[in-house]
């Protein structure tokens, strides 16, 4: 059974790091792109950023450039979400997400993401 697992989340200052985490349970991620997806209360769930392979693709949204780095332990089965230079607007519930394929890229679109965890929560305030 393919089971995503996050943790990690917490209460953080604005300029504050969080690293979050997904285990992955199930499955091999060698066939799988990871994603880390987010919702803010009132708004969409939004694509935050994805893994393929090794780490050899990434992609972020535009809005976590340079702050975000995304990277998986293939021995532990788990991808990671380092965010540093946190702002209030990153506050919300972060999702990790999991699609099959052959492709060696990945992209950020929700509806391609066969494979949902719980969520955890993120919030960035004073």
């Known amino acids: 059974q393919l089971q995503l697992v996050e943790s990690g989340g917490g209460l953080v200052q604005p300029g504050g790091s969080l690293r979050l985490s997904c285990v992955a349970s199930?499955?091999?991620?060698?066939?799988?792109?990871i994603g880390w997806f987010r919702q803010a209360p009132g708004k969409e769930r939004e694509g935050v950023s994805c893994i393929r392979g090794t780490g050899a693709y990434t992609n972020y949204a535009d809005s976590v450039k340079g702050r975000f780095t995304i990277s998986r332990d293939d021995a532990k089965g788990t991808i990671y979400l380092q965010m540093n230079s946190l702002e209030p607007e990153d506050t919300a519930v972060y999702y990790c997400?999991?699609?099959?394929?052959?492709?060696?890229?990945?992209?950020?679109?929700?509806?391609?993401?066969?494979?949902w965890g719980q969520g955890t929560q993120v919030t960035v305030s004073s």
């Open positions: 199930g499955f091999s991620l060698d066939y799988y792109a």
């Open positions: 997400a999991a699609y099959w394929t052959f492709r060696p890229e990945c992209f950020l679109a929700l509806s391609g993401y066969a494979y």
